[in-house]
């Protein structure tokens, strides 16, 4: 995890390129703390989760997984950070790699992304992320993605509502929402915060504790073993047809 201040805005980068920026133990535990500190410095007014590489994030670390309950604190602590976040992708999005995008108040990508719920293929389903997700995300476009786990490119995912811009260069994009947040006063931003994200809160309210035991009981059973196994060993699984 790197760090870097300019101007009010504070940069995340998530930096694990040899994982594909999984979401491990620790990267999980990492950002919590960087957006910890970053809720209370009140030289930061927003803050930019971006990363090295050429994935945002794989989604889960299979070989070490953060707990759910610390991942599904990570989203919530975005939702609730008393300043807008904006996530800016350039690369691959999938799986958990999405619940951190839909949690994020802004997200921008360039044209070159690519994003996928892969769940499905793996024999588990997209849960404690369709928390911060479904309350953004168009519902047909959700059915689509959730059940095929097929691959769709910027222009779905803003169309879907899952970015709030697609463009050539991501970072001419991500320049006009930030010059709009430095002219905001961090009052304004905390208390129009809180009107956006109601309805993700009680998504997280009503939710999460059920929503984490739905996830943990699809990784014991033998269609997600066996999913994952076929993952690892880079093959299809058997119920391919």
Known sequence: MRSSHERGITTLTLDSPANRNA??????????????RCGADRAVRAVVLTHTGTTFSAGADLKSPANPYTFVGLMRQIVELPKP??????????AGG???????DMAVADHGSDFAFTEVRIGVAPAVISMPLLPRFDARAASRYYLTGELFDASAAR???????AADDVDEILAVL???LRRASPQGLAEAK????????????R???DLVQRSASYFTTPEAREGITAFMERRDPAWVK
């Open 85 to 94: 976040v904006v996530a800016r992708v350039s690369g691959h999005v999938r």
């Open 23 to 36: 979401l491990s133990a620790r990267l999980v535990g990492e950002l919590g703390e960087a957006l910890a």
């Open 207 to 209: 939710h999460a504790e």
């Open 178 to 180: 930030l010059d709009g």
């Open 159 to 165: 169309a879907a509502g899952l970015l709030t811009a």
């Open 98 to 104: 999405l619940g951190l995008v839909g949690a994020c």
């Open 194 to 205: 809180k009107l956006l994200t109601l309805d993700v809160l009680e998504n997280f309210d």
